[in-house]
C-alpha cells in the first residue's frame, strides 16, 4: 500500500504561532499551543515536527503560481478579470498584492519552522542515524524555501535559528551569494545524511537532494551570479539522478500528469488526500465558465511546438466542446480536469487531487543537455536533450515528429535547450526562473510591447518586497516597477 504525507493537527497546532501585531513573516517567537516542552516527549514526535514542515508547500502554486508565471512570455492576457491577475500581465505589481505577501510570507514560515525544529533536534532522545536524517530533511526545506527566495528577491533576511527577541526582529538583509552558500550547504548535508528511499510519497529523501544541486548550480552559473564553474557541478548532479536507475521516462507525456501518486519519473511531488486536497492550478487554467481562466496559453506559444508534439497535441487544448455547443478559449490541460465540462457539471470550486511536480526526471535531462553545451559544446548534449523530444513524439515511429536537434552551434543549442524547458515545463513553476538566469526578460518587452504599462526593465529582475515587511521590518524595497 502506498503511503502519502499527512499532517496531525497536533503537529499543525505546534508549529502555528501565535503572531503578535504587524511583526508577522519574519516572527520566529515560538509562541505555541503545545510548548516543545510539553510536546517533544519521544521520537515519534520530531518525525511528527518535521513533517509539519512540509504544510507550507507548494511555494509554485495558486496566487504564487499567478504571481509567477503570469509575468512571462509564453501566458496570453488573462481571460478573467480576476483581481489582481491583468496588473500582474501588465507588468504593473504593487508591494500591498496578496500574492506578494504569500510569496514572501509563506517561505519564510517554512524557515521558521525549519529553524525552530533544527534547535530541538540536537536534545532529542534519537539514534544518531535518525537525527541526522531528520536533521537532514529538516535543513534540505530550509534550503528549498530559501532557494525561492532569493531568486525572486536577491539579498533577502536569512534568519538561520529561532528569533525570541523582537529588538532582532529587523534583521538586515543578507548578500545573495551567502544566502547561496547556505544553501549548498544545507542541500550538501541533505544528500549525505538522508535516506536512499521513503515509504511516504512526498517526503524528500537522497536523490531529491542531488536533483535539486543540480537545479541550484545551474542557477547560480547563470544571471546574475555569473559563477559559470557551476555548469559542470549541474551536470554532475543531473547526470547522477539519471544514471542512478531509480526513475524512469514515462513513454506518453500525459501520462506523467493527472496522476495522484508518483509516477517512475517522479523525483519529488505534492500529493493530496484525494477527495480532499486540491491542485490550485486546475481553476486558474481551464477557461470553462465559471472558471478564473488566468494562466492561458499566449498564441505564440501555442504556434512554437513542432510538428506531431504532444506536449501541444494534450498539454494545449483548443476547440474544446463546453455546455450547449460553446468553444472553450485554449486552455493547458497538464493540470486541468475536463471531464464534466461539456455537460456543465463542474465548477471552479472543484476538488482536484492530481499531484504537482517539483522535481521529475525530465527536467534533469534539461539539466545535463544545457549544463554539457555549457561546458563543451553540443556534441555531447545531444543525447539527453533529443530524449525528451523522442518522448514528446505524438507518434514515435515518425521522426518528423519533434525531430532530433543536430548540427546546432553552442548559442543555437542554447536558446534550443531554454525553448525545450518552456515547452516541457510550463506551469510547474520554472519560466520566470529561466528567464531571469538566462538574462532574457526582454523577451516578456517583445511578445507584449503595448499590453505592458511599465517597459520590462532591470528591476524585473527581483519581485518587489512586500509593503508590510518594508515598514515593519525596516527592509530596503527593491528597485519599483515604472
Known sequence: MKRYITFSLLTL????????????????????????????????????????????????????????????????????????????????????????????????????????????LPKGPLVELKKNQLMAEARFLRAYAYFYLV??????????????????????????????????????????????????????????????LAKVYLTMAGNPLKQTQHFAHAKEKAIAVINSGKFQLVNDFASVFHQTAYTSESI????????????????????????????VPADWFINSFATGDRRKQWGIVQNYAGPKGTVLSPFFQKFADVSGVAGGTTSSGAIVSY????????????IAAEAENEVNGPAGAYVYINEIRKRARV???????????????????????????KWELCLEGSTWFDLKRTNTMQNIQNRRGAGLVNPIGAYNQTWLIPDNEVVNNNIAQNPVYK
Request: with cysteine; aromatic share 12%.
Open 355 to 366: 499531484t504537482f511536480p517539483y522535481l521529475r526526471l525530465a527536467e534533469m535531462y534539461l
Open 268 to 295: 519529488w511531488e505534492k500529493l493530496y488526500v484525494t477527495g480532499l486536497g486540491g491542485n490550485p492550478v486546475h481553476g486558474i487554467t481551464l477557461t470553462a465558465a465559471t472558471y478564473n481562466p488566468i494562466l
Open 151 to 212: 531568486q525572486l528577491y536577491g539579498d533577502v533576511p536569512m534568519p538561520v535559528k529561532p528569533i525570541t527577541d523582537y529588538s532582532k526582529l529587523q534583521m538586515p538583509r543578507t548578500a545573495q551569494t551567502e544566502v547561496y552558500k547556505l544553501i549548498l550547504e544545507d542541500l550538501n548535508y541533505a544528500e549525505a545524511n538522508l535516506p536512499e528511499s521513503t515509504a511516504a510519497q512526498g517526503r524528500v529523501y537522497k536523490l531529491v537532494s542531488t536533483a535539486l
Open 395 to 421: 507518434n514515435k515511429a515518425d521522426v518528423t515528429n519533434v525531430p532530433d536537434l543536430t548540427g546546432l552551434s553552442q548559442q543555437q543549442f542554447r536558446e534550443a535547450a531554454w525553448m525545450e524547458r
Open 13 to 120: 497546532m505546534l508549529l502555528t504561532t501565535v503572531i503578535s501585531g504587524c511583526k508577522k513573516a519574519l516572527n520566529e517567537d515560538p509562541k505555541t499551543f503545545i510548548s516543545p516542552e510539553n510536546f517533544f516527549k519521544n521520537p515519534e514526535s520530531y518525525e511528527l515536527a518535521v513533517l509539519g514542515i512540509y504544510s507550507g508547500l507548494p511555494l509554485y502554486s495558486g496566487n504564487r503560481a499567478m504571481m509567477l508565471e503570469m509575468c512571462t512570455d509564453i501566458y496570453g492576457a488573462p481571460a478573467s478579470a480576476f483581481e489582481q491577475a491583468l496588473p500582474m500581465y501588465q507588468n504593473a505589481p504593487a508591494s500591498f498584492y496578496y500574492n506578494t505577501r504569500e510569496a514572501w510570507g509563506g517561505a519564510y514560515a517554512i524557515i521558521k519552522n525549519a529553524n525552530f525544529i533544527l534547535e530541538e
